[in-house]
């Protein structure tokens, strides 16, 4: 019968080690699910939510503009509808007016309390979706019975629809279209797709706290110059629009007062500082969540495509239309396997990287060229009293578009004037998006071209023209991202490999932190020296991934470094028991499904640096999935350390293999003599210090 005095200890310190198993499962399989999800699930779920919690401010707004203006006009003889002067409006419509507003404002208060929190699903997102359902019926059925000759007044060629009533179109669309999205996301939901509640980040959360404020200003500060400058209040906000966003459009429509003139000062200046804000937020959410999401499903449709190529009678690989590398299982050992899907799968990943950042560049890029056609197009149609050509409004839109507003064509009508303040919002997030994208592409290029052509003028660089010339024309042929200097690094052999982990031990060793292991050594307990040893080089190497988490852009280690970080979490690239290859698209069976890399086996989860388990795909970085394992196996070996009943076993460095390496490399090549004169400096600098080794 065993003592419960000794067998407890042992029993919690066991349950400890598989409670950090099954946590590091767990988290291996959120991962994959995460990434292998189709890309409509983070659309429905986080995408759909942020565009309704953004424009549903914006549409409240635009319901505001209807409500607080009359909805027809009269135009005196030789004025325009620009000048009319205003009719009263039946009760019955400013009543439904109000009541659809209502119905909106308790929808958007429903969101954000969900989103906060404050209010579960279940009761919110059914307010929600009703609330703007029902606010945008009214406004539809208002619109549709003004449009009428019921209640327009004859004859038609002397009375017009104002601003408001164009306003109420705007809004009613927008939150039919809104409400239609968070439908999508509430079916998602309860298919149990993702959970029922908003985890948005702050930064998007931020973007719809911008969006009601900027809002908010701008419709305050219309009505404070409409009263300084006696101008309608619609024709303030449209005032309001184009001078916060710095198009200047011109016209009649400019401060005439000293009072206007010097609100206009703290005015301005607020304004755009806000403007710059959420011009921020969103290019931070596209760097945050929209490209990191088509990073992640570029990679995986390219690698499947890629496996499905494997030609094994040829013993090659395809990676692109015009490119193919050698791939052979056979007659290599397990490191020189496993390097060889390295390199396939970092150049994979970099051809990924290009296509979906010039995939990203096209749709942003037709985004506003939609923005600029279609703009141009309705400017035409409301602006044909003034007889404007198609021409004339593309022109008038570009300059609108860029902010460059010479003022040689206004908008006198009420349709293009509503139609512009809704359009150039609209432009803020299209145009943002579409720089972001070019930055990332034609800007970079211009940027890299006007470098090189620098180094072959003006500034020519240390290695001299000729070798600035060659090396240019090695990156027209392999593409922009292809390094040689990396290529000759990830081209090293095994034993180089083995003395880059020799030179990171020897950095360590040097430490005085490393007193307990030389203690121990002394003493002759050797398992207890190597294994302080190793709980001290985890420790540090922990520091020195959180430097490179933050890294920008994301640290990409070679494959000399994985092996080093991969022994050091138990994975050692030599062992053929810990890794498996993937299954050539030839060599499965029909009906089978694509070998993914799915792990099995706890710990030491066996992946292929070609499958959907490999540490180059998913949607984390190298160093978040370094830093995270690292971390686990850190806390999983300071309990086992904790526990005196706990199984001790060798890690996976010691002291005694350093030495072992180290003395072993003095048949090596010529290759090799700076690393050993390096290793030879190290020992020099710790003579008298005895690791009883």
């Known amino acids: 019968m065993n003592d419960p005095g000794l067998h407890e200890p042992a029993q919690d310190a066991a349950q400890d080690v598989e409670k950090n198993t099954h946590k590091e499962d767990e988290e291996a399989i959120r991962e994959e699910r995460t990434f292998l999800d ?36 009269y135009i005196p003889p030789g004025a325009d509808e ?67 000759s019921i209640f327009r007044i004859q004859p038609t060629s002397e009375h017009a629809l104002s601003q408001a009533f164009y306003y109420g179109i705007i809004a009613a669309a927008l939150y039919f279209i809104i409400a239609s999205l968070m439908i999508f996301t509430v079916v998602g939901a309860y298919q149990g797709h993702y959970p029922k509640e908003f985890r948005l980040t702050s930064s998007q959360r931020t973007l719809m706290l911008q969006t009601i404020s900027f809002m908010f200003y701008l419709l305050v500060g219309a009505l404070v110059f409409c009263k300084v ?84 009678d040829k013993q090659t690989i395809k990676l692109g239309l015009f490119e193919k590398t050698s791939f052979a299982n056979e007659g290599l050992d397990e490191s020189q396997r496993r390097e060889q899907e390295f390199r396939v799968m970092r150049r994979l990943q970099h051809k990924a990287e290009t296509k979906r950042r010039y995939t990203a560049l096209a749709i942003s890029s037709t985004a506003a060229l939609l923005l600029w056609l279609l703009g141009a197009l309705v400017f035409m149609h409301s602006e044909k009293p003034q007889g404007w050509s198609y021409f004339v409004s593309l022109y008038f839109a570009y300059t609108s578009l860029l902010t460059i507003g010479y003022g040689d064509y206004t908008l006198s009508s009420n349709a293009g004037k509503a139609f512009f303040v809704f359009w150039s919002l609209l ?78 031990l020897e950095d360590h060793i040097e430490e005085d932190e490393l007193e307990e292991a030389e203690e121990a050594g002394e003493h002759g307990d050797y398992l207890e020296r190597d294994i302080h040893f190793y709980h001290y080089i985890l420790a540090k190497e922990l520091g020195k991934l959180t430097k490179d988490i933050h890294a920008s852009p ?38 089978d499904k694509p070998d993914l890399g799915t792990a099995d086996d706890g710990v030491n989860s066996r992946w292929s640096w070609l499958g959907i388990r490999s540490p180059l795909m998913g949607t984390q970085n190298e160093a978040q999935w370094l830093l995270q394992r690292m971390s686990l196996t850190l806390e999983r070996e300071l309990q ?51 690791d009883s080794v």
């Open 38 to 73: 189709p890309s409509r699930y983070w659309f429905a779920s986080t995408a759909c939510p942020l565009i309704a919690g953004t424009f549903g401010p914006i549409a409240n707004a635009f319901s505001i503009c209807a409500l607080v203006e009359k909805w027809r006009i």
């Open 82 to 148: 620009g000048h009319g002067e205003k009719v009263e409006d039946p009760k019955w419509l400013i009543a439904v007016n109000s009541v659809s507003l209502v119905f909106a404002l308790a929808a958007n208060i429903s969101l954000l309390l969900n989103m906060t929190r404050r209010l579960s699903f279940a009761i919110a997102q059914p307010i929600t979706i009703v609330g703007w359902f029902m606010a945008s019926f009214l406004l539809i059925a208002l619109a549709s019975v003004a449009s009428t």
């Open 229 to 312: 400058e006696n101008w309608n209040y619609l024709d303030a906000v449209y005032w309001a629009d184009f001078t916060l966003l710095t198009v200047g459009v011109g016209g009649e429509y400019v401060p005439k007062t000293h009072t206007g003139r010097s609100l206009l000062f703290f005015y301005a200046i607020g304004g755009i500082i806000m403007v710059g804000l959420v011009i921020g937020s969103v290019r931070s959410l596209v760097l945050e969540r929209g490209k990191e999401k088509m990073s992640a499903r570029f990679t995986e449709l390219k690698r499947q495509k890629v496996l499905r190529s494997v030609n094994h």
């Open 427 to 504: 432009a803020v997030p299209t145009l943002t998006i579409l720089i972001s994208n070019m930055g990332d592409t034609v800007i970079k290029a211009f940027r890299d071209l006007t470098i090189w052509i620098g180094s072959l003028t003006v500034l020519p660089g240390e290695h001299g023209i000729g070798s600035t010339l060659r090396i240019g024309m090695e990156r027209l042929r392999h593409g922009k991202l292809y390094n040689p200097k990396e290529e000759d690094k990830e081209g090293q052999t095994i034993g180089a490999s083995e003395q880059a982990i020799i030179n990171r």
């Open 554 to 591: 994301p640290r990409q280690y070679t494959y000399q470094e994985w092996n080093y970080y991969l022994r050091l979490l138990g994975q050692d690239e030599n062992d053929t028991t810990l890794h498996r290859k993937p299954k050539a698209h030839q060599n499965r069976r029909k009906g």
């Open 640 to 690: 086992k350390q904790r526990s005196p009943h706990a199984k001790k076993e060798p890690p996976p460095i010691s002291m005694a293999d350093l030495r072992r390496k180290k003395g072993s490399s003095s048949s090596e090549s010529d290759g090799n003599r700076e690393l050993r004169e390096n290793v030879g400096a190290a020992e020099m600098r710790r003579r008298g210090v005895n």
